[in-house]
Each structure stands twice: as C-alpha cells, then as structure tokens.
C-alpha cells in the first residue's frame, strides 16, 4: 500500500479538479454555443443591417420566450430519461381555461379588467397545468406507464378538453393591460415576456446545476436502480419532474396569451417536438443522465435563428426543418459515438 | 463468541413459486469478516437483499444487536449503519465520484441556501477525496463521471462509498469479481481494515482462496438453506466446495 498513499497523498482535492478549460471544452454546451455564435456571425456578416436590428432581434426573442420556457421543463423531464409529448397541448389548455376563467370572473369580457383578474388567470394557468403535469407524473412513476404513452396520452385529451372548453373557438378578450405591460411591453428594449422567460431559465439552471432537486434528476436518469438503492425517492422525484414540466407549460400558455392577446387552440401541435430538438440539439442526452439548461437555450435559439436568417438572406425558409433535422440527427449521433467509446472502458 | 450482531433466523422468500430461500439462517458476530458461499443459485443474493431491506422475506425473523428487527426498505438498514455494496455496482454512471459517494446523503449549503437544497458541492468533493485516499481508491480525478472510469476503478468507488458510511455491517456482494489481481488485493485490503475498525464484514464471493484468505467464519448456503458453518482457519477449500455440492452436511447448521 506504500506505493498508493504515495500516490493518493500528493493529489489533494483541488489538485484533482479537472481545469476549467478542459472541462469547457469537453462539454457538449460550449460547441452548441458557438454553432450558435456561428450562425448569428454568418448571418450578420452576410446582412448587417437587418440582423442586428433592434426589432428583428425583439421579434425574435419574444418569439422564442414561450418555447424557451416549455424547453426548460422538457430538459429536466429528459434528464430523467423520459419524454413529454404532451407540453404543447397543456399550454392550449391552460391558454384557453385561463382566457375563459379571466372572462367569465369579468362578466364575459376581461378585456378592461385590471390586475386582480389578471392574477386570478395567472393561478388559473399555472394551477390547469400543473394538473396535467400532474397526472402525467402519476401514471409514470405510479402506474409504470412508459412516459411516451403516458404524454401522447395526455397530448390528445389536454388538447380535445381545450377544443370542448369553448367549443373548437380561440378565445378573445384578454385584459389590455396584460398585453401592454407584459405582452408587448419592453424594458429597456428588452421584451417584457422574454425578461420572464430568462428569469424562468435561470431558476431553472440554478435548480438543475447546484441543488439536490438537480442531482436527483441527473441520479434517476442515469441509474435509476442505483438512486432507488441510495433512498431516493425515484417515484416521487419523478412526479415532482413531470409537475415541473406541466407548470412551465401552464405558465407558457399564459405568456402566449398575453403576446398574442387571444388564446389560440391551434398552432402548437409541433410545440412538443420544437422543445424535444432544443434540448436534445443543447446537448441533453435523451437517454438521460447528462444536459444543462445553458444547452438548452442554445438549442432553443438555433433553429429560431436559422428560421429568421434564411428569410432574411433570401433562402427560402423551407430550408429551415431541414437544416434543423440534420443538426438534430448529427447531435444524437455525436452523443451515442461519445457514450459508446466511453462505456467500452 | 459474544452476542450476534445480526441474526437471521428461518428466512424464506418465494418468487411467485419459486422458493429462493428456504428457512435460510445466517450469523453475523461484531467486527469479523464473514463469508456467505454457496452455488449459483444457492440464494446468497436473496438473502442479502432480505437482509439489507431491498426485500422482504415472506417469512421469518432478523435479529439486530439483540433486538427484533423489520426492514421495510434500504433506508431502515442505512439507518441502523448496515450498508451493501451490489454485485451490479449501482452507481450512476453520469455522476462523478463524489457525487455518487454521497449520493442520497447530500451535505447541504448552511443557512438559507441549503433549506432551499443547495448543494455543498466543495465539501462534498473533499470529504469524498479524503474517504478515497484512505480506503485506497486511486482515481486520476475527482470531477469525471464514473462511466469514464475503469471497471476496477468503479468498483473501488463502489465499495469506497459503502465502507465510508458503515457503522456497524457492510454487505460485499462478490466486490472482487472482474477486477485485476493488483485491485483485488486492494479490496480485500479494504476489508480488513475495515474490519479492524470494529465493523462486520459480509463477503460473498466465488473464489474459495479469497474467502479463506479474508474471512473468521464461513457460512455455507446450499438450496435456500445453511448446510454448514466453519471456522476458516480450521476447514479448506476441499471442505467448503463439499458443503456447497451437498457432499458434506452439518447437522446443526440450519
């Protein structure tokens, strides 16, 4: 044993640490990231004037506030190795039961009321979503119903219960106030809904990177025998996983209502899938156990840059799924050669 | 011997018909290493599930330092200081070391950062590092997920993580199989140390000169059931391989 205390002795904790660049470098994040920076530098050199232009780049972060924040949701639920195919349809339900209850609390029309209806549509958003969460949660970690099942479930019924709640109808009347203050309104040029997406984002980082909650999640994706072995709660955490997931969307349903000032029941069928490329194309494995929601932004803004800038150069915009689907493809491929030479050892 | 440490007295456990164990007892006295061996399927894996609480026997009693005891889940042995390192390792292969060790015991931030669950991610990582050098775990670095380990590696963290929270038992679940000669020494090493710390060591292994060379006692498992106990410095390879064949009884060992 001389030879090991030798060894071990002269490598003390911090000596251990990998540094800092290596371990930059060897993530996933920073290459999303600078394929980011890439296409943003690409498109800008080629059209300077309309890329970086202050109402472009206001459209476009809040264009992608409210799928930033169902991707954020959708990060931690594929951490743990499963899936959420139902974010999109929850959001239209709490879109559209939030609309109708700030209506009907006003008479019908919500349109000029004030900030104590629009708390009541709030709770009402964020409380239907969580529901659906909720359940998700439930059937997966009680019942043992895979989660893919379980959400395409829950896809169709949160979508079909929207559609009965007014009769297949969008629902108009959102309070003014809500769409001038935080629908349309800016803060210093920054977009008032994107602010509340980024605060979102960083809790979100903040819970996933330095707390147990996040730990937990990264311990039942990668081994979920290994987390049940040490205490954790794997059915439990995995319920708080997909409430999680289920609030956001509630809270996303709200942030498009106040965009948009109507709650929409179409044009969110592929929300589920825009958010499962944003957080597979960030670098969060879908087999679980590894990802960051810094990724995730990354992944979010890829495509919506991608979309933007073509239009903008003159590329038929066609282009834009394509060009999505062969980073998609080329990110998973990159992340399965990676684990296959690692579990090879 | 003093008084039992622990005491496992006619423990069956059926799988549906299957009958893993049948009447099985088991004895584990303070401070000895003490090897379970039997067959494939002789039940030497149920019976330590039954014994660490991953599962409940159907019926039967344990005994723990003298008092009646009821395993209703991992947790309720963790508590007691009986920990188990697993013949399939379970660890979390995307976690580092020092996550695994202390995972599920995570220490927290003080103040307010740690009520809402901050991690203490520093202390963490010298504690596990401390745990690591004096159980002999060489590891190049402490930030790496377990994964990008080495099989020998993995298992030295494996069974670094089991020994360092241990009290009172710790239940080897073959620590020893697909490792090197130079990491087996290590382990086995490992098992005497702990040992002398006051702890009881459960070894259940396949390589009769290993259990002979580590071990105080011997309990052999044969169909579900104890068929013999020896002292190891008293029997030989011969003897054990007998008892697990079923060529050689012991009367009073059940």
Known sequence: MTTDEKTTLSTLPDEQRTPMLKRLTGANTLWIGLVLLVLVATFGAIRPDAIFQVTTLQFLLAETAVLLVLSVGMTFVI???GIDLSVGSVLVFASVSSAMAMNSVSGGDATNAGWGVIGFGLLVAVVSGAAWGLLNGLLISRAKIPPLIVTLGSFGAAQGAALLLNNGSNVSGIPDKLNTTFGSGTWFGIPNIVIVAAVVTALGALLLSTTRFGRYTYAVGSNEEAARRVGISVRGHLTKVYLLAGTLAGLAGFMGNAFFRVAVVTGHETDNLNAIAAVVLGGTSIF???????????????????????VIIGVKEFWQPIAVAVVLVAAVWLDQTRRRARNQR | MSQPLLEARDLTKNYGTVEALRGASFTAYPGEVVSLIGDNGAGKSTLVKCLSGVEQPTSGSLVFDGEPLNLGSPNDARALGIETVFQDLAVAPDLDPAANMFLGREILKPGVLGFLGVLDKKAMRKQAAEHFTRFGATLQSIDVPI????????????????????SKLVFMDEPTAALGVVQRERVLDVIKRVRDEGIAVVLISHNMPEVLSVSDRV?????????ARFKASETSVEELVGAMTGALTQEDAA
């Open chain 1, 288 to 310: 679980g156990g590894t990802g960051s929601v810094l990724g995730t932004v990354f992944g979010v803004f890829i495509p919506a840059v991608l979309e933007k800038g073509l």
């Open chain 2, 219 to 227: 309990e052999v498992l044969r169909l579900g059931r104890r068929v």
């Open chain 2, 147 to 166: 994964a990008a380990l080495s099989g020998g590696q993995r298992q030295s963290v494996a069974v670094a993580r089991s020994v360092a929270w241990a």
């Open chain 1, 79 to 81: 951490i743990t190795s």
